[in-house]
């Protein structure tokens, strides 16, 4: 089992920036590609950002790209998600997700074997 655990949510102004974070206990945190998604209301939950095992390879949704940044620390255990000029379409409730390592990194929610409880991410405009 995987245990995750997002922290970082929060109210924020048009333009302002957020950084998520997300820790994992259990079984070895190098084992998973780490996953970033979130779901506004009344939409599907959607794939943000991706990191592989060793942080060396990453993928993002095209809605993101260029303002969000994903990084793991493999020491602490940790996948953060940096949030740079936020707009009122970012307001969502934020997941990380994990799926066994299998060399690429998948956006497909039906792919990720572990979820954590969500935090919220709130844009004013």
């Known amino acids: 089992q995987v245990q995750l655990v997002e922290s970082g949510g929060g109210l924020v102004q048009t333009g302002g920036t957020l950084r998520l974070s997300c820790a994992s206990s259990?079984?070895?945190?190098?084992?998973?590609?780490m996953g970033w998604f979130r779901r506004a209301p009344g939409k599907d939950r959607e794939f943000i950002a991706g990191v592989s095992w060793n942080g060396h390879r990453t993928s993002y949704a095209d809605s993101v790209k260029g303002r969000f940044t994903i990084s793991r620390d493999n020491i602490k255990n940790t996948v953060d998600l940096q949030m740079n000029n936020l707009t009122p379409e970012d307001t969502a409730t934020y997941y990380c997700?994990?799926?066994?390592?299998?060399?690429?990194?998948?956006?497909?929610?039906?792919?990720?074997?572990?979820w954590g409880q969500g935090t919220q991410v709130t844009v004013a405009s």
């Open positions: 997700a994990a799926h066994f390592n299998l060399g690429i990194i998948k956006s497909d929610a039906l792919e990720y074997e572990y």
């Open positions: 259990g079984r070895t945190f190098t084992s998973y590609t």
